[in-house]
T-cell receptor, first 112, second 112 residues
Framework: QKEVEQNSGPLSVPEGAIASLNCTYSDRVSQSFFWYRQYSGKSPELIMSIYSNGDKEDGRFTAQLNKASQYVSLLIRDSQPSDSATYLCAVNRAGNNRKLIWGLGTSLAVNP | DTGVSQDPRHKITKRGQNVTFRCDPISEHNRLYWYRQTLGQGPEFLTYFQNEAQLEKSRLLSDRFSAERPKGSFSTLEIQRTEQGDSAMYLC??????????FGPGTRLLVL
């Protein structure tokens, strides 16, 4: 089992719909969680960080963390074609908080 | 622009040549990371510095790879005797303590 798992996609949603991206992690004591967006040929850019159970909202983006179930999700409301990208989940593991553990990313396509 | 810069942005070299990449992190960031990323994959950890000390190095990093951060500011990544399999995007990221990690634009390497 990989430490951080994401469905590779592609996830395809129509413009204006809600896109739901999921990530599971294996280390139960992981402490902090990040979603990055990466456009083709570009470097990852931070979308959201979340540290405690529950929801965190920022504009059209909502991150949801459930430590008991060991998953973190990202919801994108009112999806736009410009949201089409790969979304990377990264986890900071307790006891080794110096580096992030990365998923392989989920490709999202928002169709006009 | 995250404030992390990398140079060069693109490098084409012939197999067997040496290449060196530079990363300038955000000035107050004490932690610096190098990653390698190939198409369809998440960032692959190479090495990590805290200030000038190289604290962790991936087993994936062969003896042909070396990294330095001589004064705890900028860092260099050198690849000796390049091979075609070294073709990838090389990403640098920095963070202050356990705060968010910010990426530079990356250096895209093509080994012919």
């Amino acid at each position: 089992q990989k430490e951080v798992e994401q469905n590779s996609g592609p996830l395809s949603v129509p413009e204006g719909a809600i896109a739901s991206l999921n990530c599971t992690y294996s280390d139960r004591v992981s402490q902090s969680f990040f979603w990055y967006r990466q456009y083709s040929g570009k470097s990852p850019e931070l979308i959201m960080s979340i540290y405690s159970n529950g929801d965190k909202e920022d504009g059209r983006f909502t991150a949801q963390l459930n430590k008991a179930s060991q998953y973190v999700s990202l919801l994108i409301r009112d999806s736009q074609p410009s949201d089409s990208a790969t979304y990377l989940c990264a986890v900071n593991r307790a006891g080794n908080n110096r580096k992030l553990i990365w998923g392989l990313g989920t490709s999202l396509a928002v169709n006009p | 622009d995250t404030g992390v810069s990398q140079d060069p942005r693109h490098k084409i070299t012939k197999r067997g040549q040496n290449v060196t990449f530079r990363c300038d992190p955000i000035s107050e960031h004490n932690r610096l990371y190098w990653y390698r990323q190939t198409l369809g994959q998440g960032p692959e950890f190479l090495t990590y510095f805290q200030n000038e000390a190289q604290l962790e190095k991936s087993r994936l990093l062969s003896d042909r790879f070396s990294a330095e951060r001589p004064k705890g500011s900028f860092s260099t990544l050198e690849i000796q005797r390049t091979e075609q399999g070294d073709s990838a995007m090389y990403l640098c990221a920095s963070r202050r303590g356990e705060e968010t990690q910010y990426f530079g634009p990356g250096t895209r390497l093509l080994v012919l």
